[in-house]
């Protein structure tokens, strides 16, 4: 049973550009949440999809967007990337039905913006 | 926004020895749970404690929880150098239906052998 996959594990960018982050579920899971971790900091909360939806919102800038596919498969996308983008991008997914809001996370995919 | 606060920020402890992590958070809870961090890659999910529960225990790990307080503690027993991690505590709103998590900004603890 396949856990949490993300894709690319690093990432190298340039101010301006754009960037996109895939995340497959945990099978059996059908809500993906993505997180920003900066260095030193705690996870913080991007965006929730449920049914190809986005759910909720954290405090993040319409820079910041993503989707959510029929397999529940998910991507986060960042336009305009700027220096403080750098950061371990986490996804992580749980299954909305089910008891205890525990989420199964990823391994991350590191972003560096130069 | 964090919303946990946890302390110490950094813990450094002979192998064999206990550590204990708390955490304090500043708003209402449905349930509290703490994660593992290895090198600084994905969150690992260790035990959850709902608000109405005080005390929880999985293997070597016992938490607790005092609403009155707003806080929490992590207690590890008997550590061993494979315990080297961050460790965060993370809130869930009391609204279920996977309400993300809320982090502090972590414990780094280092167990030398």
């Known amino acids: 049973d396949a856990g949490v996959t993300q894709s690319p594990t690093h990432l190298i960018k340039t101010r301006g550009q754009q960037v996109t982050l895939r995340c497959s579920p945990k099978s059996g899971h059908d809500t993906v949440s993505w997180y920003q971790q900066a260095l030193g900091q705690g996870p913080q909360f991007i965006f929730q999809?449920?049914?190809?939806?986005?759910?909720q919102r954290g405090n993040f800038p319409d820079r910041f967007s993503g989707h959510q596919f029929p397999n529940y498969s998910s991507e986060l996308n960042v336009n305009a990337l700027l220096l403080g983008d750098s950061a371990l991008y986490l996804c992580?997914?749980?299954?909305?039905?089910?008891?205890?809001?525990?989420?199964?996370f990823g391994a991350g995919t590191r972003l560096s913006v130069l | 926004s964090q919303q946990g606060e946890e302390d110490p920020q950094a813990l450094s402890i002979q192998e064999g020895e206990n550590a204990t992590m708390n955490c304090s958070y500043k708003?209402?809870?449905?349930?509290l749970q703490w994660y593992r961090q290895n090198s600084g890659r994905g969150l690992v999910h260790l035990i959850l404690?709902?608000?109405?529960?005080r005390e929880k225990h999985s293997g070597r790990l016992r938490v607790t929880l005092d609403t009155s307080k707003k806080s929490s503690s992590l207690l590890i027993t008997a550590s061993r150098a494979a315990d080297t991690a961050s460790y965060f505590c993370a809130t869930v709103a009391p609204y279920s239906g996977n309400t993300p998590l809320v982090f502090g900004k972590g414990t780094r603890l280092s167990v030398i052998a």
């Open positions: 992580a997914s749980s299954f909305r039905g089910g008891a205890g809001d525990i989420q199964y």
């Open positions: 404690i709902r608000s109405n529960e």
């Open positions: 708003t209402s809870i449905n349930n």
């Open positions: 999809y449920y049914e190809e939806e986005e759910r």
